[in-house]
């Protein structure tokens, strides 16, 4: 066992009553500690399968599960599921409680006493974005479903337990509330820091949650399971690949910044009031066909064609025409991507964060880096090939 793991399935089976092939077969995996874990897989696959029985909310038929170094097939099942937290994409609050009756379950059943628990329910409330003296008292059919979501994260953690199961927790949202409720859930887990086992069905959302993410076949067998970027830089084979989609290169640029370590290409750039011959010299140095405006305080201004500063034109400030696509250091090669796009010279112009001028960002500069994240990822497939 890694001396990082907190979970390990050892050859789990499971196989229900009268069916000849089983839901989840000789599967072994580790979770480590404080990471996200995604399954993902198509439906019928056995990842919600392989999540309850986890938490023995369906009992194994083989193998063994251990958290902690402790076989959990062999303890009480009851007094297991109070160690870990549990949420579904259905929610589950009950209607007759109010919120912090709801939040304060497991607390009350584990014996804490009243202070304790009304102080860790205000806690949760706040953590999970919603203000305790307005939320408190209400009940279940008093919130949106955004609202019951997170109440249902806070539920999940009221014993603050280490470990948290999480079955397609936002899959029944709209896109917006869920994107939300997605960027809620990283900030907190950045400061809890659970060891979490995430099912989803939806690959996108498993690329943005997971720190790592196993991508599933039949019975729950393990197609790939690495990082989100090396499961799209290189697929381990045709399934993988098709389930992650075509799309898998664009969707690699999530991961990659443009920071202040990175050697940008030049390009042609001037000042306003600077002698048009001179920068167009500059710009056929370097086979431009625009020019780069900055004002005085280095900040990107304008495009000016290298057309119109051959005309010997002084350059103004209403010369050319507007930089709109602009990231600032840390922004992801994909919304480089975006903002390139839209660019009147097809690069993305790059500015610290006082908006002064850093680079540009080019398509030549996108496929270096993506191919060598696709060599990165097959070497390390390579060593691990030769270290088994």
């Known amino acids: 066992m890694s001396h990082d793991a907190k979970i390990r399935l050892e050859e789990v089976e499971k196989r229900y ?25 198509p439906s019928g ?17 083989g193998g063994r599960i251990i958290l ?9 099942p009851d007094a297991l599921r109070r160690r870990i937290g549990y949420v579904i994409q259905q929610i589950g609050l009950f209607p007759h409680q109010t919120i912090a009756q709801n939040i304060a379950t497991v607390p009350k059943m584990l014996g804490w006493d009243k202070a304790r628990i009304g102080e860790r329910v205000d806690e949760l409330l706040s ?4 203000d305790p003296e307005t939320y408190r008292d209400r009940y279940p059919k008093e919130l949106s479903g955004g609202q019951a979501q997170r ?38 887990q950045e400061t ?10 939806d690959v996108d959302e498993a690329i943005k949650m997971g720190d790592r993410i196993a991508i599933l076949g039949d019975q729950s067998h393990i197609r790939q399971i690495d990082t989100p970027e090396r499961i799209l830089a290189f697929p381990v084979d045709d399934f993988v690949a098709d389930f992650i989609g075509s799309g898998s290169t664009l ?67 209403e010369s050319g025409t507007e930089v709109l696509a602009k990231v600032q250091l840390g922004a992801t090669l994909f919304e480089a991507l975006e903002q390139m796009l839209i660019s009147e010279a097809a690069v993305a112009v790059v500015v610290r964060e006082d908006g002064s001028y850093y680079g540009v960002v080019r398509l030549t500069y996108l496929n270096q880096q993506i191919r060598r994240a696709r060599l990165e990822a097959r ?3 390579e060593r691990m090939e030769a270290s088994s």
């Open 68 to 76: 902690d170094d402790e076989d959990v097939t062999k303890v009480n």
């Open 17 to 41: 009553l009268g069916t000849k092939t089983p839901a989840v077969a000789s599967l072994s995996l580790e979770v480590k500690e404080g990471e996200i874990l995604v399954l993902v897989g």
């Open 151 to 188: 109440v249902g994260v806070a539920r999940a953690l009221g014993a603050d337990p280490e470990i948290m199961l999480m079955d397609e927790p936002f899959g029944a949202i709209d896109p917006i509330t869920r994107d939300r409720l997605q960027n809620e859930f990283l900030r907190v």
């Open 251 to 317: 969707k690699g640029l999530h991961f990659e910044v443009v920071d202040d370590n990175v050697d940008l290409d030049p390009y042609p750039t001037m000042t306003v009031g600077d002698d048009p011959a001179e920068a167009l010299e500059r710009a056929h140095a370097v086979h431009a066909t625009w020019v780069l405006v900055l004002d005085d305080e280095q900040r990107p201004l304008r495009w000016v064609s290298t057309e119109e500063l051959g005309q010997g034109t002084p350059v103004t400030a």
């Open 192 to 201: 809890l820091r659970k060891t979490i086992v995430f099912v989803t069905h």
């Open 379 to 381: 070497e390390h497939y």
């Open 45 to 61: 696959c056995g990842k919600s399968t392989t999540l309850r029985l986890i938490n023995r909310m369906i009992e194994p038929t």
């Open 127 to 130: 953590v999970v974005g919603l």
